[in-house]
């Protein structure tokens, strides 16, 4: 054992201890699988990191993620943190205002942009797989969430290294109104990400729920959101919601954009129930590429004997 630096990162919000936690072992190389998922489970935050050094030519980092159960291939707020821990530890990108990230779903590229204070890293959300269901399937997942089936505006089954189902739901309050059913989500296995757009700017506010006239008298402020996300797990009998999800809103944003049911730039707001304020920035280049950007602040920072 020897002491490694290390860093806590708050992830996706303007506002300290808002966000989504991270812990980053910096200096993880030399440590053994065992040992990293011993400590991932020991700090029991959604999501510990090691850095490592590159394996594939290009990459300026490479990266392991854990949850406390098992080793993820990818995962967006881990992304972010360590890309931010990274760079505050002196990390040096081989290209300017470009960082890649090595990790097992392959070289994943982020984009450092300061003057950005609302999002200065994004990252290329990576390719992203539909993956068919029967009706049977669905009819499950909402009963589980306590929706009915014309609720839903569309659905999908999403894989970018994560599986989630992802549901576009007509009412942001219904959004903030559900509670799943634990046990049942549990039962089919199921890791369910919900979303609702609010009113278009353009519409009138006769007949709108507070909720959506807030969304009418949002100002033109760089957090100002679009859409609210919810996302749930279903590690245990108790489902888990998820502060906020980079992986669920990268995939998410490719198909909603590619299905036409919002255009980028967008701004997701996630975290809400649980009282953090979490602000994913989603936009597409001209050559189609989603990105996941968002703000981090380092909470933590030491040496952990590891």
């Known amino acids: 054992m020897r002491e490694r630096r290390f860093m806590q990162v708050d ?45 594939q030519p290009g990459a300026d980092y490479r990266l392991r993620i854990f949850t406390p159960s098992n080793e993820l291939p990818f995962a967006g ?73 014309d609720e839903i505006v569309d659905c999908a089954l999403l894989d970018n290294g994560p599986l989630f189902w992802a549901l576009l739901l007509r009412d942001p309050d219904r959004v903030m109104e559900l509670v799943p059913d634990s046990s049942a989500l549990y039962a089919i296995r199921a890791e369910v990400g919900f979303a609702a757009k609010y009113a278009p700017q353009n519409d009138a ?40 999800t980079g992986s669920f809103n990268a995939s998410f944003a490719q198909w909603m954009i590619d299905a036409g049911h919002i255009e980028a730039p967008y701004v997701a707001a996630q975290g809400t129930c649980i009282d953090r304020d979490g602000r994913v920035h989603v936009s597409r280049d001209a050559q189609g590429q989603v990105w996941i950007g968002g703000a981090s602040h380092t909470l933590i920072q030491g040496k952990v004997t590891l």
């Open 11 to 55: 992830v996706f919000s303007s506002s300290a201890f808002k966000g989504n936690p991270l812990a980053v072992v910096v200096d993880g190389e030399g440590l053994s699988d065992a040992q990293m998922q011993a400590f991932a489970r020991w700090t029991n935050l959604s999501e510990t990191t090691f850095l490592l050094p590159t394996t």
């Open 77 to 149: 707020h881990p992304t972010l943190g360590t890309c931010h821990a990274w760079l505050q530890s002196g990390g040096k990108p081989q290209r300017e205002g470009i960082v890649i990230q090595e990790c097992a779903k392959g070289l994943v590229p982020i984009r450092v942009d300061y003057s950005n204070a609302a999002a200065p890293l994004a990252f290329a959300a990576p390719s992203s797989t539909r993956k068919p269901f029967t009706e049977e399937q669905l009819a499950a997942v909402l009963a589980a969430m306590g929706l009915q089936r």
């Open 205 to 244: 506010l006769i007949g709108r729920s507070s909720r959506e006239a807030r969304a009418f008298e949002r100002s033109a402020a760089d957090d100002a959101s679009d859409i609210e996300v919810r996302v749930f797990f279903n590690a245990t009998t108790t489902a888990v919601e998820d502060p906020i």
